[in-house]
């Protein structure tokens, strides 16, 4: 049986590292993009990256960042996967090798197909096994990440469904994810991945544990194969 694996985004607080290790989180996410209410200063990552317990896997956020200082901040930290979030290109990605990096991609209906097309091509012409994954972020949103804005789950089912996609990383799915709406989400696309921020939060970067219980027992639930 295929388990979701769970990423929760914008950690900005030690304790919340903790407790999202203690709820489910397969991974934790550290953004280092300024104008984001969840920026993290490298010294307040340090700390997080300290509370955080062995097996859960912490990934750096960056918004059209340099690739010299991407790999700089993730030498630093120590960290060994990277989540692009801004209109970075394969060449920034190729960049990058020594590390595991995880492209967002954002789902207009009318041109999802094409940048599936275009990584899917760029993944053979430029070799970039270290692409290790896609995210499909909402579109048409004014920041990157961490919006709440709910994606388009029947454009993307329509395009990347169960068993459509073939030559590209597995998929992750984001975008307006709740406790209440994530178990549908997983039922209907059964993505690899799916990674929220905004709906386990009590207040922009500040989590809530109870909330994130909740969305780790509903991704969980929609695993079992009698809930289709």
């Known amino acids: 049986m295929h388990r979701t694996r ?3 985004c914008g950690i900005t607080r030690p304790k919340d590292a903790a407790a999202a290790a203690v709820a489910g989180a397969d991974a934790i996410g550290l953004v280092f993009y300024k104008p984001s209410p969840r920026y993290v200063s490298m010294a307040a990552a340090k700390e997080i990256l300290r509370a955080l317990p062995p097996m859960v896997c912490p990934v750096g956020l960056f918004v059209n960042t340099p690739h010299d200082e991407v790999r700089d901040i993730a030498n630093t930290l120590n960290l060994h996967t990277v989540q692009l979030h801004g209109d970075e290109p394969p060449e920034v990605v190729a960049q990058l090798s020594d590390l595991s990096v995880i492209k967002a991609v954002r789902c207009d209906a009318v041109t999802l197909p094409q ?4 990584w899917r091509s760029a993944i053979v012409k430029m070799q970039l096994a270290h692409l290790t994954g896609l995210l499909l972020e909402t579109a048409g949103t004014a920041a990157p990440g961490g919006t709440g804005v709910e994606n388009d789950w029947a454009g993307i089912a329509a395009v990347a469904g169960p068993g459509q996609v073939t030559g590209l990383p597995p998929l992750i799915v984001s975008g ?8 549908s989400v997983i039922r209907r696309l059964r993505p690899w991945a799916v990674d929220v921020s905004t709906g386990i939060e009590q207040g922009p970067g500040l ?5 994130m219980r909740r969305f780790s027992t509903a991704a969980r639930e929609a695993d079992l194969p009698w809930s289709d």
């Not at 940048?115 to 275009?118: A, C, G, K, V």
């Not at 989590?207 to 909330?211: D, F, G, N, P």
């Open 176 to 183: 307006g994810l709740t406790p209440e709406n994530v178990g």
């Open 115 to 118: 940048s599936l097309q275009r």
């Open 207 to 211: 989590k809530s544990l109870e909330k």
């Open 6 to 8: 769970i990423k929760f």
